[in-house]
């Protein structure tokens, strides 16, 4: 395996692919071969748990050659991972657990409308066993790295979805996001990783985490690409009981960035890292307008979910496989599910009364700015230092993360370069449920990416503004 990485090596864009496939420059077959020959090239490196062989790919990739109409499709032969918690007809779906394995009959209509618009399928990619854990080390399998290279962790529970749009193999990757698995690998490796609101998107045929704060989301390497998956994905579903419809295009607005103060901030004794981040926040507040906010009801909120009793939650989907076969699971994730069975149905409404009053706050919050601007993750970890620490590691990775599906956010993590000592590190753009285009219009700017907006009624510029002390408590 090549270990020389220092950094993502992002391949042809979805734009790129389509335009050499309609220019006649390349094709879905010869995408398809590089694709194959690319993987194969890796070996086994932990970013794919199964891939569709070679000449099976070549063929899928003619096939979509041959349909009527092919040339119009939106995705027409442009190649794709799923993570391996996703249902994709007559493929395993293992979630990291052997022995949990099954062949999947039916795909997830999410999956199925990115083949409808002429996608291609190259495999299943690896995670966090059970889509439990944020760093990538949970697996049975050969653990994925981050490209930075340097024994750095991947990220996860999205792991080798992040992994393989780094290395170029695929211009996007499904993954998933409950408390931070779209995000954080993503800032990891140096790509987009966007959490849509909850609902939009159909979780038919994920097999949950937490199904009331599971979320699909895309691993790409620019907005344009996320834009251009997203609005395949999108659509509501009617076996999908939190489905919902999407919200209202950008406006053309100016967008109110909330910052919290830097004495919020938590970096975790990583100097270099907080030194990168503040360079970055004051960068955007000299071309934008500002809010001071405070962090605190967000961070009270993500501290209910490994500190309460959303971890039960799990045992929803798992509690029988974890009573027959405890030794088929990773040791770690053996521990959080099996610590579920210690919360009570007064735990739960205790917890869920207190998630409402934070909701409150933050609602509170949402009046006065359009966009909370955070670091993805305030430190990096070795592979090493996760296994030795595995728990607390992990909760420092979700530190920003966690609340967002308990508050029903939507966030993208964006990359934003290296740290003087050549560690990646990201921002996180969050806003309210349903206004994913505006934070995806401001992850552009940022990205310096050109993006059409959509015409809608002009909204009043905002001045910035404090918070006021009572919201701040």
């Known amino acids: 395996m090549a270990d020389d990485f220092h950094g993502p090596s992002i391949g042809p864009s979805v734009a790129e692919i389509l335009d050499s496939h309609a220019g006649g420059t ?19 490196d932990g970013t794919w748990l199964s891939t569709v062989p070679r000449e099976r790919l ?3 990739a003619e096939e979509i050659e041959s349909r009527p109409g092919a040339r119009t499709l939106p995705l027409y032969g442009v190649p794709f991972g799923v993570k391996d918690s996703i249902d994709v007809a007559g493929h395993p779906t293992t979630l990291s657990c052997p022995d949990y394995s099954y062949t999947a009959s039916v795909t997830a209509p999410a999956v199925q409308r990115l083949l409808d618009a002429g996608a291609l399928y190259v495999g299943k990619t690896n995670l966090d066993q059970f889509a439990t854990g944020l760093n990538g080390t949970r697996t049975p399998y050969p653990v994925p790295r981050s490209v930075y290279g340097n024994e750095m962790i991947s990220g996860g529970s999205s792991s080798g979805s992040a992994v393989a749009v780094a290395l170029g193999q695929v211009p996007f990757a499904v993954a998933t996001d409950t408390a931070g698995s779209g995000r954080v690998p993503a800032a990891l490796n140096g790509v987009v990783g966007f959490k849509p609101s909850r609902g939009l998107i159909s979780t038919v045929g994920l097999v949950p985490a937490c199904k009331s704060l599971d979320c699909l989301s895309v691993m790409a390497g620019s907005i344009d690409d996320v834009d251009r998956v997203l609005d395949i994905m999108i659509g509501t579903d009617d076996d999908d009981p939190w489905s919902r419809e999407r919200g209202p295009r950008y406006c053309g607005a100016p967008i ?8 919020e901030l938590e970096f975790f004794g990583d100097h270099e890292m907080r030194r990168a981040h503040l360079g970055f926040r004051a960068q955007l507040a000299r071309a934008n307008t500002v809010v001071d906010v405070s962090l605190k009801p967000f961070l009270a909120a993500g501290s209910l979910l490994y500190q309460g009793p959303w971890v039960a939650e799990r045992l929803v989907e798992f509690a029988d496989f974890l009573a027959a076969q405890p030794e088929s699971i990773h040791p770690v994730v053996r521990e959080i599910l099996q610590s579920g069975h210690r919360y009570s149905a007064v735990d739960a409404f205790a917890a869920l009364q207190k998630l409402q009053e934070l909701k409150a706050v933050v609602a509170r919050l949402w009046k006065q700015m359009d966009v909370l601007v955070l670091p993805t993750i305030g430190t990096t970890f070795t592979v090493e230092q996760v296994l030795a620490a595995p728990i607390d590691c992990n909760t420092m990775l979700g530190h920003y993360t966690h609340f967002g599906n308990l508050l029903d956010l939507l966030g993208a993590a964006v990359p934003l370069g290296v740290t003087s000592d050549g560690r990646p590190y990201s921002a996180m753009v969050l806003g309210p449920a349903l206004s994913d285009d505006t934070v995806l219009q401001l992850a552009a700017q940022i990205l310096d990416e050109p993006r059409a907006a959509a015409s809608a009624p002009d909204l009043p510029s905002v001045t910035t503004t404090t918070v006021a002390a009572e919201e701040r408590s």
């Open 26 to 44: 390349g094709s879905p077959t010869k995408t398809a071969a590089r694709v194959a020959d690319a993987i194969a090239a890796r070996g086994a």
């Open 58 to 60: 070549i063929a899928a």
């Open 256 to 263: 109110r960035i909330g910052l919290p103060q830097e004495s």
